[in-house]
């Protein structure tokens, strides 16, 4: 079992955004940018895939950071340091395909920032310039500002209430950009499904290659059981093995947005079970 050694609560309203640092020294030494872990809370609990958002190779931890906005998520964020997450896998999923490719715009939403983060840094120590554009609801929900600072050339924030940096969306920021005239030589976008599909919407016009981190719902996060499959180019891919990152102008995004809505009945009635007692958890 995987010790929490550290817990950061970003946000307390709900749904609150926390963050744990986790005793995983495998995972660690192996995870690479763009990677993901399957935690499991409880003995009668569902799979879920987190993104890990940072790692200390030497401590030997990563970092997972969530929002409270299921079950599972919230019997998870009741731990505390010194907890044990009773099974942690990982590092799952085909890495980000990291080259020198000049100038790559990162671009997280809402706490989509977190997975961002690993992969600016690669980009970065591969030599290109990182601009990274950082959207929230609002100022007091924005994360990770500070270490994207330290791995990007250039930050830009964008607020859905105007509270910090420019008022609107980070699909604004990212055309307003392109309309200046910068070149731009590869978008990596990660948050939720509706952002991402507005931001291939906005850089397929001018053909810069587009990679979508997709965050489906998964069961087992090997390839075996079919429930996270989306369709990219018109063929049916699984995000766990073959992703979770694709070409962005080939997802299809409104089927999987009814796929992940597929659930929502199931999933408020476990939410305010939850909400009533422990989950299994202290
Ligand atoms: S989570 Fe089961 S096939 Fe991907």
Known sequence: MNEIVEKKVWWQDAPAIK????????????HQAGQFVVLKVSENGERIPLTVSDKDVKKGTINILFQEVGATTMTLGRLSKGDKILD??????????????????????????????PIAQAFKAAGNKVISILGARTKGI????????KTSDEVRITTDDGSYGRHGF????LKAMI???????????????????MVCKVTEPYKIHTY?????IMLDGTGMCGACRVTVGGKTKFVCVDGPEFDGHQVNFDEMMARLRQYLDEEKLAR??????TCGVR
Not at 212 to 216: E, K, V
């Open 19 to 30: 963050e744990f640092e986790v005793k995983a020294p495998w995972i660690a030494e192996k």
């Open 88 to 117: 942690l896998t990982g590092p799952l999923g085909k890495p980000t395909h990291i080259e020198k490719f000049g100038t790559v715009v990162c671009i997280g939403g809402g706490i989509g920032v977190a997975p961002v983060h």
């Open 142 to 149: 924005l994360i990770y500002e500070e270490r994207m600072r």
């Open 170 to 173: 980070v699909t604004d920021e």
């Open 179 to 197: 309309e200046s005239g910068m070149k731009i030589d590869l978008v990596v976008t990660i948050g939720p499904a509706i952002m991402m599909k």
């Open 212 to 216: 979508a981190s997709l965050n489906t």
């Open 272 to 277: 305010e079970i939850c909400q009533k007692n």
